[in-house]
């Protein structure tokens, strides 16, 4: 798959979405079950919001666990506003990760407990670095972790390398995979065959939950912004999606 998927969609309304079967019969599974206390979560976010989108009202079941807690953040997402002179790349650099930063705090998690480990790696560029990422994951990882990506399937090419990166990686470690799609909520149809399924799960977020990931998700203004005659980076209709109370996820 290729980013031409995402370019060429219009987006699917969570509207459409409401009238999937699949995803009415996808299991529903509680933080617990994913990932009970004293087991670790490897969190891998391609961009500096992907770990609220994949993840944000999973994430704070962690407060007051953060040991429990690995984040891998892989770019600075500097490739978001290509030829911008706003949001230039020297900019994004900065800001996003500071985006991130304030997005993880409004989630109630103490940043300063958890490990985040920045790997500085080019936007847009991962599938050449996946032997990286592969080798970073494998000697990162512990048999008993669960490790959470975006799904190998989901039209971005970073969103991609990381998905298989972490599969290779959890396999030669024996942790759990867990793969979250983000952008094929955009591009894919309900019930589409493309996606894998029988091995969807939700986890159920309630209004607390969802209400931290959604001021979370509001700290990363660059990307929720117009950029002139530029529409945001992130649709509406893909946040409508993403901001469900239950997060879906292939286990």
């Known amino acids: 798959m290729s980013q031409n998927l995402i370019q060429a969609s219009s987006g699917t309304p969570w509207a459409d979405w409401q009238h999937a079967a699949h995803l009415a019969r996808a299991t529903w599974i509680s933080p617990a079950q994913l990932c009970p206390p004293g087991r670790r979560l490897v969190l891998v976010a391609p961009h500096p919001d992907d770990e609220i989108l994949m993840a944000g009202g999973l994430?704070?079941?962690?407060?007051?666990?953060?040991?429990?807690?690995?984040l891998i953040s892989a770019t600075d997402g500097e490739g978001s506003h290509a030829g911008s002179e706003h949001w230039t790349e020297h900019r994004l650099r900065r800001q996003r990760p500071l985006e991130s930063r304030q997005a993880l705090t409004q989630l109630d998690l103490n940043v300063n407990h958890l490990e985040w480990r920045r790997l500085n790696?080019?936007?847009?560029?991962?599938?050449?670095?996946?032997?990286?990422?592969?080798n970073h994951l494998t000697q990162a990882l512990r048999p008993d972790d669960v490790v959470m990506a975006t799904w190998r399937g989901d039209g971005h090419c970073d969103h991609e390398a990381v998905g298989r990166a972490a599969a290779q990686a959890a396999q030669a470690r024996k942790a759990q995979l867990v793969e979250v799609p983000v952008w094929a909520w955009h591009w894919a149809q309900p019930d589409d065959p493309r996606l894998p399924w029988p091995r969807a799960h939700r986890i159920e977020l309630d209004e607390s939950a969802l209400a931290r990931k959604r001021k979370a998700l509001a700290a990363h203004v660059s990307q929720l912004t117009p950029d002139d005659l530029r529409p945001p980076v992130l649709p509406a209709s893909l946040l409508d999606c993403l901001l469900q109370p239950f997060e879906l996820m292939f286990l």
Not at 121 to 134: M, Q, S
């Open 121 to 134: 790696l080019k936007d847009g560029n991962l599938p050449r670095e996946e032997a990286f990422l592969v």
């Open 59 to 70: 994430l704070t079941h962690f407060r007051g666990r953060e040991e429990d807690l690995l």
